[in-house]
């Protein structure tokens, strides 16, 4: 398995890089309001799905396949932070 690491970005986007080389392996818009920062990002225990927290919502991702995994996870207000709590769900 490939090292990566999730990094963030402004304008709603963040990617998946190997960390070798710096090759983005997915990239991601996290939410459709543009101007807003993905604030959050953190692996579930699995290694195989990110959390995303910025915007107005927190959502979940599959990293082998770049796809979201339900529903976003919305707020009325600007999410700073998406934690998961000690079962690996997030809270």
Known sequence: MVNTRAIGA??????????????????????????????TLEYLPDGKSLLSGGGLAGRLWSTPDGGSIGTAMEHNSEVRTALLGPMGRSC
Do not use: M, T
């Open 10 to 39: 402004g304008a709603a986007w963040f990617s998946l890089r190997e960390v070798a080389s710096g090759k983005v392996v997915h990239s991601w818009q996290a939410f459709d309001r543009q101007g807003l920062w993905v604030w």
